[in-house]
């Protein structure tokens, strides 16, 4: 009777630090699986170069599950760093906010309605063309084409992987911008560019008239209808495709662009801003012959 009695005593006690051992393997897996899941919440975003080329090995997995070929995505991410430049200019926003007699004065200077004008001649013949086959007048796509990058003289130095990979790691429109990184792979995965063209501005816009890359899959066409369009040395083809963004945006032919009038809305498609919008249609309306208030185009 004794004996058994040990024997149960020996039995209770391998059980009691059986149990014991497994609540410190329920405990420690429990708490492993807050340490990852909260890595992994962080690894979504930061706000600084830390984590960011645990964020860039995590995305270009990513970009390969998304059927971006690794040939793509090591020639287009391999040297891609945290740009503390872009995260500076992306903060630096306020001029969207000036009242638009200020905001319009700086941009539409007497040096670019002179070449604005000098523009118009150039490009006669294939802004007529595109005219004729979008419906967007030549003065719209001048105002334009002179706002964005000095009518091409300013498109931009800035890496454009570089400027999206900080972008979509930053937290304010990380999101966002994944997306257009994405995308940007994509460009270069169809054959349209190799990714040391790709240069442009600090938020990831390439070209003449500064597209974004879902932008540049979406709207870029080739003026003479062939098939790759070229946004960066080709002005015309930069023309063809703002008009082909434009129409796509609901832009109607023969109607007037100022605010109030039925072709506005299409201008805040191309930048949301109403202070930006606006300055456009007034470029134009001056490009077009209007007087400083309006007036018969």
């Known amino acids: ?8 005593e020996k039995r209770g006690t391998l059980a009691r630090r059986a149990q014991a051992a497994l609540r410190t393997v329920t405990l ?10 909260a890595h992994a919440q962080t690894a979504t975003c930061g706000d600084s170069a830390d984590g960011f080329d645990d964020w860039l090995a995590d995305f270009k997995q990513e970009a390969e599950t998304a059927g971006v070929a690794p040939s793509v995505i090591e020639s287009a991410l391999a040297d891609v760093a945290y740009d503390d430049a872009v995260i500076a200019q992306d903060r630096r926003q306020g001029s969207f906010h000036q009242d638009f007699a200020k905001f319009a ?9 002179k070449k604005g004008r000098t523009m118009l001649l150039s490009y006669a013949e294939p802004l007529d063309r595109i005219e004729r086959r979008y419906g967007v007048p030549a003065p719209v796509l001048v105002a334009i084409w002179g706002l964005e990058t000095e009518f091409g003289a300013g498109s931009g130095t800035v890496p454009t992987f570089n400027a999206l990979a900080t972008l979509a790691y930053d937290c304010r429109r990380s999101e966002k911008f994944r997306e257009e990184l994405l995308d940007a792979l994509k460009i270069v995965q169809r054959g349209d560019l190799e990714p040391s063209q790709m240069r442009g501005a600090w938020a990831g816009e390439i070209g003449q008239t500064q597209f974004l ?3 540049y899959l979406k709207y870029a066409v080739r003026a003479d209808g062939g098939a790759v369009a070229d946004l960066i040395d080709d002005p015309e083809d930069a023309l063809a495709s ?9 832009w109607k032919r023969g109607a007037g662009w100022d605010e109030g009038e039925p072709n506005f809305a299409a201008l805040q498609e191309w930048n949301s801003a109403p202070v930006y919008a606006k300055t456009i249609a007034y470029f134009a309306d001056r490009l077009a012959g209007a007087g400083e208030n309006g007036g018969e185009r």
């Open 1 to 8: 009777m004794q004996a058994k009695a040990v024997r149960r």
């Open 105 to 113: 004065a700086k941009r539409v200077t007497a040096y670019r309605l």
């Open 213 to 215: 890359p879902s932008t």
């Open 242 to 250: 703002t008009a082909n963004f434009l129409r796509a945006k609901g």
């Open 28 to 37: 420690c897996g429990a708490a492993a699986a807050m340490l990852g899941a």
